[in-house]
């Protein structure tokens, strides 16, 4: 093996003893062995109530009881949450705090992991503390004479000449075994204080609701503030126009402007809130029963709607109207701002299979495919949200000057 070889394998294996992780480890480790000895004299009753029991039995009885006693702290839920934080701060490593606490054959992982934590404690804090007691005490200057070893019967003399390299080796081996045990810990950790196959999928599921939530806020955001800035600023370009010709006309659109604009700030607000993870409010609703309201804004912003509605529109259950709502929203707004003018029309018809939402307007004369410009969020937004209502949507050129928007949703009407 080449010299440079070498070298980044002695670098590979000191690394570590450098490293302050290593023994914020350790001493998570022999703190965990010493908060355990609060314990130790309820684990040697067995001696006390069998005095007449061999050594060894009274020993063994003593270290399982105390290993019992050890265990049960393990079992309340606070003391998993205490032990996955500290193993975030001291061993490095990304515990997730579990939705919901262990259950079954999972509650008994936390005790486990307390009886080995504190036997790795002291077997690193007795093995590393002989080990530092010996680096200290085999110089041969601290003593005046030769330093004498001996270990498990085997017994050798420590010169002057090689006091100091035993003494070094044996620092170095302490050393050594704190990084075991911060290893140890560190490979113990996400198996027992980690979470288990049941609760990382509760996990993922939680996440999941999560996204989506936050995925239909990004879409009701969108709908809503996008369709009020539409109607907003035509309002205003009305009102600018009319102001002098007819003040009554220009104070319309001003209040719809101000009618519109506090809708789309209780949505706002209430996102906000949901995205700072406070307390949010009571969400806003906005269902079939408030598409009057939607299509008088337009007739103020001066557009002409022809609207058309069938069934029994306030039968239909709350999510599918919110649904069909913002659906219709996105759609008279896409006509807004990218028609040309001219009547839009508006069907809504609610019949016992399925509620139907069609929204045509004019585009010009000789528009293409390519002349239907679109943000680039509204038609795909749309096509998710019907697509996880299991309904059908449509949208294109219907002929060379009009386009067309249709959406079907499979419904249930209330009793």
Known sequence: MSGPAILAIMIKGIRPLLRGSTYSGALFAYCGAMASLPLLPFAMLPALVWPTAPYGVQAALCLLLWAALIGVLGLPRTTRRVLIASGRRLLGV????????????????????????????????????????????????????????????????????????????????????????????????????????????????????????????????????????????????????????????????????????????????????VLREEEAGTAPTRTLADLPELLDRLRHAGAVVQPELSGELAQVQGTLSRAAYRILQEGLTNALRHGAGGPIEVRVAAASDGLELTVVNRTGAGAGPGAFPTSGHGLPGLAERVRLLNGELTAGPDGSQHWRLAVRLPVRLSA
């Open 94 to 273: 990304p515990l997730p705090q579990a939705p919901t606490g262990p259950s079954g054959a999972d509650r008994w992982r936390t005790p486990l992991w307390l009886v080995l934590h504190v036997a790795l404690g002291w077997t690193g804090a007795l093995v590393s503390g002989v080990l530092l007691l010996a680096g200290l005490t085999v110089p041969a200057g601290w003593t005046g004479s030769a330093a004498r070893v001996t270990l498990f019967g085997w017994s050798a003399s420590v010169t002057d000449g090689w006091s100091w390299v035993v003494a070094l080796c044996c620092v170095l081996l302490a050393l050594v075994v704190c990084v075991l045990v911060t290893n140890t810990l560190r490979w113990l950790a996400p198996r027992l204080l980690g979470p288990s196959s049941a609760e990382r999928l509760a996990l993922a599921a939680e996440r999941e609701l999560q996204l989506a939530e936050r995925n239909r806020l990004a879409h009701e955001l969108h709908d809503s503030i996008g369709h009020t800035l539409t109607a907003a600023t035509i309002q205003a370009a009305v009102a600018g126009e009319v102001l002098s010709a007819d003040p009554v006309a220009a104070r319309a659109a001003l209040r719809s402007i101000e009618e519109s604009t506090r809708a789309a700030l209780e949505d706002l607000d209430y996102v906000l809130g």
